[in-house]
């Protein structure tokens, strides 16, 4: 059976090193984490019989250990303990600790093994993505603290290079981040509830579906008039409120299905609403682009021809998510504008998207944030088109983006 302890631990680092450090050195290294006197890089026989697990460690270490700063340790493990790993096999660290966390039948699965972020057994069996620095320095001290290395030659002489590369396969599946949400399952739960209320709410127009009482979300100090979803099928939630909620209890199979029958009416109503809204922002698009007034256009502006990526373009995120959501939505709608007016001979799309692009290029001689460039360019188009649609205008922007007439490839 495989066991967690110092020497298996180490063992595993030892066979991910970079070649060139030495296991007297690494394993000195780990050890000063927590008892900065205590320097084993150059004893050999101190070093390998920790690694072999013929002998605990040193007291010294193990009483220093009980006062050990989980944050400093996470830190000195970023600093001095990850150079001296292998960077291709850092997933293969990962995997090997895992197997033998999971393997080591004397663990329980709520025993606390990565120290540093109060990871159980099981937490650690059920993620994927890991904190590395935080990931090693908790389990090296549940090691130092919990697991005497003596006696552990058995397990130990089972890790072997054979066994490190036998996750190979698996080193797709592990993920390292820069550190660890904050939110706990319970709080993840009540976002998800939120979000799933909100969405009921914009269909009954915030309000009960059966009552008609003005609603809102739960929150500390408001116990009255909050909504409540009310499973009434398999697949189908409707929104309440309190009262409501407990009379619907009683309620005969009749009215239930009268709430289900206006819940599919509401829906259908929300999405003939977005059609329309759909319809309206396209009429509104066109509408600005036959108001179009030309810019003069120098003979040597000429048009990207080979389309980049919007995620390659644009640095700033909520730009980034802005124009992603506009190109999304409306981008054919755009399209489609500009091959009916060219056909009609009411805009040369031609001479429009040199315009755009004469626009940006003089605005990109100021040196000004994409935003700020962003938003000059949509007021450009909103003033020289009659003042009228801004939204409008951000899409037409945000196509020709798409389109690789404003924002260059990021290189």
Not at 30 to 56: E, F, M, W
Not at 86 to 110: F, H, Q
Not at 213 to 224: A, M, P
Request: with cysteine.
């Amino acid at each position: 059976m495989k066991k967690l302890c110092f020497g298996s631990f180490t063992t595993i680092l030892k066979l991910c090193k970079v070649k060139s450090v030495t296991q007297k050195w690494l394993c000195g290294t780990l050890l000063l984490s927590i008892a900065p006197t205590y320097d084993i890089r150059h004893d050999d026989g101190t070093v390998s019989d920790l690694l072999k697990g013929k002998k605990n460690l040193s007291p010294h270490v193990t009483e220093l250990a009980l006062t050990a700063d989980k944050k400093e340790l996470s830190e000195y493990f970023e600093r001095s303990v990850l150079p001296l790993l292998d960077g291709n096999k850092r997933s293969l660290i990962v995997l090997a600790l895992k197997d033998i966390i999971d393997s080591d039948d004397t663990i329980e699965n709520d025993t606390v093994i990565e120290i540093v972020n109060d990871m159980t057994k099981e937490d650690i069996a059920n993620r994927n993505a890991f904190v590395l620095g935080d990931f090693l320095a908790g389990i090296f001290l549940y090691t130092v603290l919990n697991v005497n290395n003596r006696n552990c030659e058995d397990s130990i002489k089972e890790i072997t290079h054979e066994y490190i590369e036998s996750f190979e396969d698996q080193k797709i599946n592990v993920i390292f981040q820069g550190s660890y949400s904050n939110f706990s399952t319970e709080t993840a739960h009540e976002i998800a509830m939120d979000a799933r209320t909100l969405v009921l709410l914009s269909e009954t127009g915030g309000k009960c579906q059966r009552c008609s009482k003005v609603l809102g979300i739960k929150k500390e100090g408001n116990d009255v008039n909050y909504a409540k979803i009310i499973n009434l099928s398999e697949n189908e939630d409707i929104v309440l409120c309190v009262e409501c909620e407990r009379e619907i209890q009683n309620a005969s199979d009749g009215e239930k299905q009268a709430l289900l029958s206006a819940k599919h009416d509401l829906e259908t109503f929300i999405t003939a609403r977005e059609a329309t809204s759909r319809y309206k922002i396209e009429k509104q698009i066109e509408h600005v682009l036959r108001e179009v007034d030309l810019m003069d256009v120098t003979v040597d502006t000429q048009l990207k021809i080979k389309p980049v990526k919007v995620e390659n373009k644009i640095a700033e995120k909520r730009l980034r998510e802005r124009v992603l959501y506009d190109v999304n939505r409306l981008y054919q709608g755009v399209n489609d504008s500009l091959d009916r007016l060219a056909g009609e001979n009411k805009l040369n799309t031609n001479k429009f998207a040199k315009s755009i692009k004469r626009m940006y290029e003089d605005a990109n001689e100021t040196n000004i944030s994409q935003s700020d460039l962003y938003h000059l360019l949509v007021q450009t188009l909103f003033e020289k088109t009659g003042r009228k649609y801004r939204e409008a205008c951000e899409i037409i922007i945000s196509y020709f983006v798409q389109r690789c007439e404003v924002f260059d490839e990021i290189t």
